[in-house]
């Protein structure tokens, strides 16, 4: 009809796992499964969709740069991170968060610098 602006999809998830963008786009965040819910508002009828979905993360932890291996340059990168001076990337941020505890701070920083220093410590 004209004139008439159709509405927009709305996206949304509780889970833990996963974050959506206003345009739907999934932003892994942590390996495991989600609930997707899709609302379609209309003006009659509201039509609401949920979809699992499985999430998969790929890499390893400690390894910001993504080339295979945990190095100094890795652990630059999450020291510059904790600091304020950059912001990582999705992927970057699952990688820097090696105790797993859902944030980069001074003690992945901490377990990185051992890790890369030949201390034994397991990322």
Same mark, same amino acid.
């Given at each position: 009809?004209?004139?008439?602006?159709?509405?927009?999809?709305?996206?949304?998830?509780?889970?833990?796992?996963?974050?959506?963008?206003?345009?739907?786009?999934?932003?892994?965040?942590?390996?495991?499964?989600?609930?997707?819910?899709?609302?379609?508002?209309?003006?009659?009828?509201?039509?609401?969709?949920?979809?699992?979905?499985?999430?998969?993360?790929?890499?390893?932890?400690? !390894?910001?740069?993504?080339? $295979? &291996? *945990?190095?100094?340059? %890795?652990?630059?990168?999450?020291?510059?991170? =904790? #600091? /304020? @001076? +950059?912001?990582?990337?999705?992927?970057?941020?699952?990688?820097? !968060?090696?105790?797993?505890? $859902? &944030? *980069?701070?001074?003690? %992945?920083?901490?377990?990185?610098?051992?890790? =890369? #220093? /030949? @201390? +034994?410590?397991?990322?």
């Amino acid at each position: 009809m004209y004139g008439t602006k159709k509405a927009e999809p709305v996206y949304d998830s509780e889970s833990k796992n996963i974050s959506i963008t206003s345009d739907g786009k999934i932003i892994p965040k942590k390996a495991g499964t989600a609930i997707v819910k899709v609302t379609l508002p209309e003006t009659e009828n509201t039509k609401e969709y949920s979809f699992n979905i499985s999430v998969t993360i790929n890499g390893l932890r400690g !390894d910001l740069n993504n080339d $295979g &291996k *945990v190095t100094m340059s %890795d652990l630059v990168k999450c020291v510059q991170s =904790v #600091s /304020g @001076r +950059n912001t990582l990337t999705n992927q970057e941020n699952w990688a820097a !968060d090696v105790d797993e505890n $859902g &944030k *980069v701070d001074i003690r %992945d920083a901490t377990r990185l610098l051992y890790f =890369v #220093s /030949g @201390r +034994n410590v397991n990322l």
